[in-house]
């Protein structure tokens, strides 16, 4: 099956090597980029001692580029949204990390269950509200580092008719709603999708299918648990 990967390409990588591992197709398509503020998450580190909180592995990227400057941070709890974001954290030399396994709301809840208090939120532009707001519900302190912006990266017609010359999707994964948003934006895109309507659209959750247009809900499939190993199994 041929599959259409909307991720920034560090992510989108790793999820065409997973594909080619099913036997499917990956068409890699990248609609966002980001852009990396080290400087802002450096500071935010150096001004406390608390837990750490990450609601995606973009910024345990960001943090990675700080070298030795990291290493005194790299005792503290680190709370982080999925499995696979935090073996990223466990990778990076983090000794004490703890995941959730649903959305921000679910992390907000396993922050206030174990007791950590001051946080420290390393996060991204543009994002949801559910985690900031499950920790104002629950009376968590906490602070926010904006420490890097995914960037729109709309792909010209040529990059789209080069990248379909081997024949159009079948299936595209939709990770956020933001590239959702961006995807159905672009006329070109919408247009490669097939005629027939035989194409699958695989959402990591209900907020990433809320921008799917309403003429092609019945095209949406949501994943059962917002992580990749679960939307990867609808193929």
Do not use: W
């Amino acid at each position: 099956m041929r599959v259409l990967v909307t991720r920034p390409a560090h992510s989108a990588e790793k999820t065409a090597r997973r594909l080619r591992d099913m036997g499917h197709e990956p068409l890699l398509l990248p609609l966002r980029q980001p852009l990396h503020d080290s400087l802002a998450a450096a500071r935010a580190l150096a001004a406390g001692s608390g837990p750490i909180a990450v609601t995606s592995a973009e910024a345990l990227r960001v943090v990675s580029a700080l070298g030795e400057t990291l290493r005194p941070h790299l005792a503290r709890p680190l709370f982080a949204v999925g499995e696979a974001t935090a073996k990223e954290a466990e990778s990076l030399g983090f000794r004490s990390v703890s995941s959730s396994s649903g959305n921000g709301r679910d992390l907000a809840d396993l922050i206030a269950a174990q007791g950590a208090d001051g946080l420290l939120y390393l996060a991204g532009l543009p994002r949801a509200e559910t985690f900031e707001q499950g920790l104002r519900d629950l009376g968590i302190r906490f602070s926010v580092a904006e420490c890097y912006r995914m960037q729109p990266a709309a792909p010209g017609p040529a990059a789209i008719e080069a990248l379909f010359s081997g024949g159009r999707p079948e299936a595209i994964l939709f990770y956020s709603r933001q590239t959702a948003d961006d995807f159905f934006h672009l006329p070109d895109l919408r247009a490669a999708l097939p005629e027939a309507g035989e194409i699958r659209l695989l959402c990591l959750s209900e907020a990433v299918a809320q921008a799917i247009p309403v003429a092609l809900k019945d095209k949406v499939t949501i994943a059962p648990m917002p992580d990749e190993k679960s939307l990867l199994s609808l193929l």
